[in-house]
């Protein structure tokens, strides 16, 4: 077996794994429905991972590493504050529009540990992406004072209650501008009022101490 056909291979039983997950949750899938659907024998499977749980956990890492990789491409161009909420917010929901059967598997199993030690750390490293672009914008003076960590939470908390939605409700999915324009109306400066009274400064809370 050469190292192309080796990559095919392994991609190919993912993309498997990634159906048969979504569909039957970890319990209920197991290797051989695997194998079957990634029309390959059981016992190439193994040559490839080592049992169910090894092939979970790639599969897992693999979707949030992409999605990190995503991220950053997205973001990489773009200066301004504003434009890199709302090109983050979209790319988050068109991700989950076009990968919704990985949004599954990554809902289903929230007991299974690496499962939840990848997604913790996959979320620290989106809300950092956002403190640093809410920073940004404060330091510029497009954005209003307020504390980046705390907007961070909320962006994130909400696009992932709602992009996870999709499990019961595959339609819910929000309009992507509207998230954008809700948030930014409450991160920008206003110079024409007092920022620290407004009620989109106390929602997002105070600078901390």
Known sequence: MNKRSGEESRKKILNAAERVF???????????????????????????????????????????DD???????????VGDPAEAIRAFISMRVSYARTHREHIIVLGKEKGFTFGVRARKKFFR???????????????????????????????????????????????????????????????????NSKSSGSPAARAYGRRRK
Do not use: H, W
């Open 125 to 191: 490293e989106q809300r950092r992406v956002i403190e640093e672009i809410v920073g940004k914008g404060i330091a510029s003076g497009s954005f209003r004072k307020c504390d980046p960590r705390e907007v961070a939470k909320i962006l994130v908390c909400m696009l992932r209650g709602f992009i996870l939605s999709i499990i019961v409700e595959p339609d819910s999915l929000f309009s992507a501008e509207k998230c954008s324009t809700l948030l930014l109306q409450g991160l920008r400066r206003d110079d």
């Open 67 to 77: 999605l990190s990789r995503e991220t950053r491409r997205t973001l990489e161009d």
């Open 22 to 64: 979504s569909g039957y949750g970890y319990k209920g899938a197991s290797m051989r429905m695997i194998a079957k659907a990634a029309d390959i024998s059981l016992g190439g499977l193994y040559l490839y991972f080592r049992n169910k749980e090894d092939l979970y956990a790639t599969l897992v890492k693999k979707g949030l």
